[in-house]
């Protein structure tokens, strides 16, 4: 398909439609001053038409001016500020430990794909570029910027880390991007970020995306952007009109079958849960079941994330058990699946993990998983994310199921060479630790081990007593 960020990589597969032309008054990018390098590896990468966003946002950003971007993922928003930023960076020479551009971005996966999306065309003006994350070395990215990089893609934790360091001077920073502000604040991110952008050059062009463009993000936008074009081209996830989005309605002891059905079936499907143990649970319940699955989430380290997540791109994983690490930046082509296996409890955080699907013109489904008490608590989220969902009740088995997500009994042979798990009929079996969720099982489950916990203690004291000859 083509993404809007990057090249076609589906080899031609002629079962797959292509996406909809961006818009048919958009200008070509011929007409709108890039460098003539940049537009060969435009062409050579087959990018035929600029999307709206780009449409919208080149023009002003090519001549300098500030510019508020307001888009979700997917839609675009890499080139619509990347290739600016290294068309008027092209030429100059940065000095060590002195960038010339600076990306900020508020995780590591993003990080990767916006210089993933970028390199070709860094490449092709003999710009360089370096990629300054956490969970990698710092040495190794000390030594980059003392070698001298013109771009740097950053997330704000581990850019602090090098600023203070004094490994990274921002002064001659002229060209500023805030990608996913909004999150960035939401992470806690905000005192960061705003020490950045008093650092770099106060002159300099600043450019700020975002999905939302409220409080915290609000606050920047004043502060930092002079006079800036605003571009809201893009509508919010839950406006997407090839999105179908689904609440199903599970009883909590078959809450667990359910969720293993779906996984087995046939294509990709992203899984998000509320904390890092339940994702970990999850992952190892799915693999004992047969079916490929892995685990994302900030307690696992960069190296593993990017394996993990290359692994599910190529299809060699089809499952991603992911916490909301995972909700923002990320693109797959052809994930036309979301289960929300503990719902969210935010708006934002909804429309965010539904936005990993049914992207650059694409269909998708988002599930969310909700047990009878839930059901008023999700009808006001979605209503308030702008979604209005379809509300069945399910049980495992069942062709309704199978109908609106493609679930199917897994093969139930372990990978991994793990222990022989139960087939289909039993995944009732519950894996403890699914997030937030009240579940009746967790209770019982809870008793049995303090039981257990206290034989344990009573057979250790009666020995130490026969050790005394007591």
Do not use: W
């Amino acid at each position: 398909m083509n993404h809007p960020d990057r090249p076609d990589t589906s080899h031609g597969d002629p079962a797959r439609p292509e996406p909809p032309t961006p818009t048919a008054s958009s200008a070509a990018f011929a007409d709108m001053g890039l460098p003539a390098e940049v537009l060969r590896t435009l062409a050579e990468l087959g990018v035929r038409e600029p999307f709206p966003i780009q449409a919208a946002t080149l023009p002003s950003a090519l001549a300098g001016r500030d510019v508020l971007g307001r888009g979700r993922t997917g839609s675009g928003k890499t080139l619509a500020f990347g290739l600016p930023l290294l068309a008027r960076t092209a030429g100059r020479r940065a000095e060590p430990k002195q960038p010339l551009a600076l990306v900020l971005v508020p995780t590591r996966e993003l990080a990767q794909q916006v210089t993933e999306a970028l390199a070709p065309y860094a490449d092709a003006l003999r710009l360089r570029m370096a990629t300054v994350v956490g969970g990698v070395s710092i040495g190794r990215q000390a030594a980059a910027l003392r070698d001298g990089v013109e771009v740097v893609v950053a997330t704000p934790g581990r850019l602090h880390d090098l600023i203070e360091r004094r490994a990274c001077r921002l002064g001659r920073v002229r060209i500023t991007v805030l990608d996913e502000a909004d999150q960035m604040c939401d992470m806690g991110f905000l005192p960061q970020v705003t020490e950045v952008l008093d650092q770099v050059h106060a002159d300099g062009q600043r450019m700020l995306f975002s999905a939302t463009l409220d409080r915290d993000v609000d606050q920047l936008v004043h502060r930092y952007l002079h006079d800036p074009v605003v571009h809201s081209v893009d509508p919010s996830a839950g406006a997407v009109t090839t999105m179908d989005h689904h609440v199903l309605v599970v009883h909590g002891p078959d809450r667990y079958a359910v969720t293993t059905e779906i996984a087995a079936r046939d294509g990709r499907v992203l899984l998000f849960l509320d904390t890092k143990h339940a994702v970990d649970l999850l992952t190892r319940h799915l693999r004992a079941n047969g079916v490929h699955a892995a685990a994302l989430h900030s307690g696992k380290s960069q190296p593993q994330r990017t394996r993990t997540l290359a692994q599910f791109k190529n299809g060699q994983v089809t499952v991603l058990v992911a916490t909301n690490v995972a909700a923002r930046g990320l693109h797959v082509d052809d994930l036309d699946l979301v289960v929300n296996v503990d719902p969210p409890t935010d708006p934002k955080d909804y429309l965010h993990r539904a936005g990993r699907t049914a992207r650059a013109g694409r269909s998708g489904i988002v599930v969310t998983l909700v047990l009878s008490a839930q059901r008023r608590e999700m009808s006001r989220l979605t209503a308030e994310a702008g979604v209005e969902p379809t509300v069945t009740k399910v049980r495992s088995g069942e062709a309704e199921l199978s109908r609106i997500t493609g679930a199917k009994a897994p093969s139930g042979t372990p990978l991994d060479g793990g222990p022989a798990a139960p087939r289909a009929k039993n995944t009732n079996a519950p894996f403890r630790g699914l997030g937030t969720s009240k579940d009746a099982s967790r209770g019982t489950g809870g008793k049995s081990r303090k039981a257990s916990e206290a034989r344990k203690l009573a057979e250790a004291r009666q020995a130490a007593r026969v050790r005394r000859g007591g």
